[in-house]
């Protein structure tokens, strides 16, 4: 099977067999992390969920969508211990009905590349993937056959095999349809293409297991949660200070009623290993390379300001300036 939702088999009678979901998808399907689904189970008792064969927890529809009340309601600050046994009509009360219907989730607009990928959709719950496809296509090569102008929430495309070719066809696609935002799925792609389909603003993720996936995957990317994309020539420069100058800053400002340089002083000393540390985890980390460089790209970027803030502030109290780095 493509998705892992499931038909209950451990009751004969055919009118109990409903779709459920494993734990990570309904986690992901309500916002939640699923640890944080894991410590309130093990903690509160939830929801009386059923198991698999294999003794996994199974969740329904109406549970999803419980879970999704839940962690709204405990973002609105509300502590989860008293949230826990009230019954779900009195969480959407409480919520003020924000949610009609109680769904967790609202539809995401979205237009659809990839063969078999529209059907997929199509054939899943709405309740719990509301996944609405407004046109759709199987192959990059046929994106000028989708309709114009349908100002959508998310460019859909899955592709087995990718390449940087795919970029300018899917850029052009994007721009047609006004999408929002786009999320591409692959089975296959070089770490290069990747980093190339992210630099886009794009999120970039492999072809999920289970089809439940696919909306936390399309929200993600509609509340900006994937890296921004950056010009390619926009390293930030090496060090200006090394962390024996900072370190020296920092003694002398001690003797100041302001202490402003110190704290500047060792602001840049952190952001100068977590520069460093970030490079190493690029480097150790295949899969995560990507992600790495961009975490010690932004610490640099904010190194760079912060070294131009020193240097007026030393001047301004009247410091030494710190020697400039050897790097």
């Known amino acids: 099977m493509a998705y892992s939702p499931e038909r209950q088999q451990d009751h004969p009678d055919p009118a109990s067999a409903e779709l459920t979901y494993r734990s990570g998808v309904a986690a992901r399907l309500a916002g939640l992390p699923v640890e944080t689904l894991r410590v309130w189970e093990r903690?509160?008792?939830?929801s009386d969920t059923r198991r698999s064969a294999h003794g996994q927890r199974l969740y329904t529809a109406a549970q999803v969508q419980r879970l999704g009340l839940l962690k709204q309601l405990v973002d609105q600050g509300h502590p989860i211990g008293q949230l826990a046994q009230l019954p779900t009509e009195a969480l959407r009360a409480l919520g003020g009905n924000a949610q009609a219907g109680g769904a967790p989730l609202q539809p995401i607009d979205v237009v659809v590349v990839g063969v078999g990928l529209a059907r997929r959709i199509g054939a899943s719950p709405h309740d719990t993937l509301p996944l609405h496809v407004l046109d759709s296509c199987a192959r990059l090569d046929m994106l000028d056959g989708l309709r114009r102008g349908l100002q959508v929430d998310v460019l859909l495309v899955e592709q087995a095999e990718l390449d940087e070719e795919a970029i300018p066809l899917i850029a052009a696609a994007g721009r047609a349809l006004q999408a929002t935002a786009v999320v591409v799925l692959y089975r296959f792609c070089s770490n290069a293409t990747i980093r190339a389909l992210r630099a886009q603003?794009?999120?970039?993720?492999?072809?999920?297991?289970?089809?439940?996936?696919?909306?936390?995957?399309c929200r993600q990317a509609l509340e900006g949660q994937h890296l921004p994309p950056r010009p390619v020539d926009s390293s930030p420069a090496g060090p200006r200070f090394d962390e024996e100058?900072?370190?020296?800053?920092?003694?002398?400002?001690s003797k100041l009623a302001c202490e402003c340089p110190r704290h500047m002083a060792e602001l840049l000393m952190m952001l100068g290993?977590?520069?460093?540390?970030?490079?190493?985890?690029?480097?150790?980390?295949?899969?995560?390379?990507h992600l790495h460089q961009d975490l010690g790209h932004a610490a640099g970027q904010a190194r760079v300001i912060l070294e131009a803030a020193l240097e007026r502030l030393?001047?301004?109290?009247?410091?030494?300036?710190?020697?400039?780095?050897?790097?």
């Open 43 to 46: 903690r509160y008792e939830l």
């Open 201 to 217: 603003g794009w999120l970039v993720a492999r072809v999920p297991a289970d089809m439940g996936e696919l909306v936390p995957l």
């Open 245 to 253: 100058a900072l370190a020296s800053l920092t003694a002398a400002s």
């Open 273 to 289: 290993s977590f520069e460093r540390y970030s490079r190493q985890c690029a480097s150790r980390s295949a899969g995560d390379a």
């Open 314 to 327: 030393a001047q301004a109290e009247g410091l030494p300036l710190p020697g400039k780095s050897a790097q």
